[in-house]
């Protein structure tokens, strides 16, 4: 991961149910070299995970970083949320083979975590995975461009 000596920087954020996975992953990646914009949360009192998944989603959508990862309980709703705001392509994912997926055929640049659903360990291979993988182009760029289509044509309503 990170193999270039530039560094990387990842936006991060969570709801209380992601927070403590969210640590775990902020964690690693600091150490891995890479510049972490967390936009919280920073405890696990209650909140409500859109606040969250939009900063990303705003944050990754304006470049300010290329790639986000979001964790709510399920990594469902933040996924719902990110995937709101136009140039975001937010990926549900659990292993570490649809998290590869997720960015060689599907060019997602934010990948959501479920907190409630997985260990920290597994959370940290996960997103070591997809960030380690490479968007493939070739058809999958035209399926990407369709997508993004679908997009303008909503902003333009
Ligand atoms: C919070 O209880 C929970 O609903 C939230 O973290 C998330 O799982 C929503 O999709």
Redo the contacts with the bound molecule.
Sequence with gaps: MNSSNQKQRIAIGA????FAVKQAIKRHLEQAGYTVEDVGTFSEE?VD?PDSARAVAERVAAGKEPLGVLV???????A?AANKVPGIRAAVVHDKVTARAAREHNDANVLTL???LIEPGLAIEIVKEFLDAQFAGGRHQRRVDKITEMEQVRIRR
């Design positions: 709801d209380h149910a992601g209650s995970y709510c309980g399920t990594g469902i709703g933040v719902i479920g907190g409630r």
